[in-house]
Antibody
Framework: EVQLVESGGGLVQPGGSLRLSCAASGFTFSTYWMSWVRQPPGKGLEWVANVKEDGSANYYVDSVNGRFTISRDNAKNSLYLQMNSLRAEDTAVYYC???????????WGQGTLVIVSS | EIVLTQSPGTLSLSPGERATLSCRASQSVTNNYLAWYQQKPGQAPRLLIYGASTRATGFPDRFSGSGSGTDFTLTISRLEPEDFAVYYCQRYGSSPPHTFGQGTKLEIK
């Protein structure tokens, strides 16, 4: 069974940093692109970033480009999102999701809440 | 950059009725790489349809997807109580790789 478990969310002040982690199990992690998707409270879904199977390529939505960094450690079956220069508008539940080959996001974690507030 | 517009924003129907949800793209969706997700309160989204019309594992055949190019539809033939949720369409492509619609809330009338 595919499992994705996020951690690392919390309350952070504007301008601060936070690192999210996603632990993957139940599939061969190193053979899938992986994504982060966020959802502000009461609002819709926004794709944030993804990373290639071997970590050699990544893409970002314009609003986080230059502030967020996606990475992975295939030896640890883990995905990361380093978030710097955080703003109030980054407040959201952050989900990690598997990029399937179909293509779509076919498995999701339960999410971790990030609140950016003073 | 492609934009997906879902309509209606909210759909109020009764169990047993037929639901038709629309997703319109500002540009043609390459290879019909269009997916639908179901999200219930307090839960993560769940893949429902991919490739515009292929049902994901675990969903019954009352759910169907159709369309091509810029116009796509999710149909639920006879609503069950557990189908009331928010539905998002999503397109895969480039710049950015994934784009979501704003969602349609399907509520009990």
């Amino acid at each position: 069974e595919v499992q994705l478990v996020e951690s690392g969310g919390g309350l952070v002040q504007p301008g601060g940093s936070l690192r999210l982690s996603c632990a993957a199990s139940g599939f061969t992690f190193s053979t899938y692109w992986m994504s982060w998707v966020r959802q502000p409270p009461g609002k819709g879904l926004e794709w944030v970033a993804n990373v290639k199977e071997d970590g050699s390529a990544n893409y970002y939505v314009d609003s986080v480009n230059g502030r967020f960094t996606i990475s992975r450690d295939n030896a640890k079956n883990s995905l990361y999102l380093q978030m710097n220069s955080l703003r109030a508008e980054d407040t959201a539940v952050y989900y990690c999701a598997r990029d399937a080959g179909v293509p779509s996001l076919d498995s999701w974690g339960q999410g971790t809440l990030v609140i950016v507030s003073s | 950059e492609i934009v997906l517009t879902q309509s209606p924003g909210t759909l109020s129907l009764s169990p047993g009725e037929r639901a038709t949800l629309s997703c319109r793209a500002s540009q043609s969706v390459t290879n019909n790489y269009l997916a639908w997700y179901q999200q219930k309160p307090g839960q993560a989204p769940r893949l429902l349809i991919y490739g515009a019309s292929t049902r994901a594992t675990g969903f019954p055949d009352r759910f169907s997807g159709s369309g091509s190019g810029t116009d796509f539809t999710l149909t639920i033939s006879r609503l069950e109580p557990e189908d009331f949720a928010v539905y998002y369409c999503q397109r895969y492509g480039s710049s950015p790789p994934h784009t979501f619609g704003q969602g349609t809330k399907l509520e009990i009338k």
